[in-house]
């Protein structure tokens, strides 16, 4: 007879025998508390901290929370989001699920705060559900109001307004009872750029298979203005030497620059689609590049909750387009501007195409695969 599954055991992670202190990559990191679960119910975790460094998340504060604390999956969510609204000095939201964004936004022409949410959220409201959503600015009244609309996990900002502390504090709301509200660090302590690490505090480590560690400098970027992103250009015996000749509007160009800080934050092969400072689709996971771009487009077309079109929108690819097949289908459903990587052999046939068919392509000086 098969073994009855013992349904509590499953909901609970059991207590992890996490040490008080470790040191990894010569440096002491200190055990903040124990972790609701890992990354599934059944994973115990804890949380640690570097010791004597402070940061957004080191420093970050609870203000109301759900009664079974935080996972890890929250801090993987609420890193993600914050790498993403770090790189904006405009009002900036990030929706975050499952270590992606399902949307994000940055503040264009007269837009509150609440209308950065609402595009963030409605790239992809479905996927939105349960989310963790993070600003670079103090959350106000009318935004705490629209987010207590729908369901979220959590809430992170630098700041709340009283009211707004009021509204997620709400004993009669609904649907968030069990939200967690957290005050962050200091955003810009986090490293934005090559260079910004010099001493490496902010390496990655990834723990293998069999135990063993890949330690690696964390993904920044050369990228800080659009200065930083030309016009493609380069040459074969194929194409000979080609230069893209379409230019973007400012508008496009700016989402350009947008969409790339996004990107970085996407799991490779990861496009995102960005107009008027909103991803209007995100494609991320996909194990060739243009299968990125017809997911974000499908995605688009079934998942969108706003009025926008693709027509004219911006478009970043993490790495480089192997074939100019991504640029013709990104065009055909309208894409106008795209910025990606160097790197591919095929690179004069790719901007010949994009020439042809009207489209602004754009070089940035590095690859942002996203390894999760």
């Known amino acids: 007879m098969a073994a009855k599954l013992d349904r509590s055991s499953y909901l609970t992670a059991n207590t992890g025998n996490f040490p008080t202190e470790i040191i990894m990559d010569g440096r002491k990191f200190v055990k903040a508390s124990d972790l609701r679960y890992g990354t599934n119910p059944h994973q115990s975790a804890a949380f640690y901290r570097p010791e004597g460094q402070k940061g957004a998340i080191m420093d970050m504060i609870t203000l109301k929370t759900g009664k079974n604390g935080l996972s890890q999956t929250n801090l993987e969510d609420i890193s993600g989001a914050l790498n993403i609204v770090k790189y904006f000095d405009r009002c900036a939201c990030a929706v975050m699920k499952h270590v992606n964004p399902s949307g ?4 264009t ?9 609402k595009k963030a959220r409605d790239c992809d409201a479905r996927a939105a559900f349960g989310s963790v959503i993070a600003f670079n600015r103090t959350v106000d009244a009318e935004t705490a109001k629209e987010i207590m609309s729908t369901f ?7 700041g709340f307004d009283a009211e707004a502390l009021e509204i997620f504090n709400d004993p009669e709301a609904k649907l968030n009872k069990q939200l967690r509200v957290l005050q962050c660090g200091p955003i810009e302590t986090l490293p934005r750029y090559v260079g910004d690490d010099p001493e490496g505090l902010y390496n990655t480590v990834k723990v293998l298979c069999d135990g063993s560690l890949v330690i690696a400098a964390p993904l920044l970027t050369h990228v800080r203005s659009t200065e930083d992103i030309p016009p493609a250009e380069s040459e074969n015996k194929t194409a000979g030497h080609q230069v893209a000749t379409v230019e973007p509007t400012a508008q496009q160009l ?9 990107n970085i934050s996407v799991r490779s092969n990861g496009v995102v689609i960005v107009k008027d400072g909103q991803t209007l689709a995100v494609g991320t996971g996909e194990q060739d590049r243009v299968g990125a771009v017809e997911q974000a487009i499908e995605k688009f077309r079934q998942k969108y909750s706003g009025t926008g079109t693709l027509e004219g929108a911006a478009m970043s690819s993490d790495g480089f387009f192997p074939f100019p097949d991504a640029v013709e289908t990104a065009a055909a459903a309208g894409i106008r501007a795209i910025v990606s990587p160097a790197g591919s052999l095929k690179d004069a046939e790719v901007i010949k195409r994009a020439n042809e068919i009207g489209v602004a392509l754009r070089h940035a000086p590095e690859r942002v695969f996203s390894h999760h």
């Not at 994000?104 to 503040?107: F, H, L, P, T």
């Open 152 to 158: 979220a996990e959590c809430v992170v900002a630098p």
């Open 104 to 107: 994000a936004a940055v503040a």
């Open 109 to 117: 022409g007269n837009d509150t705060m609440c209308d950065v949410y």
């Open 254 to 262: 700016d989402d350009l620059l947008t969409a790339w800080y996004i």
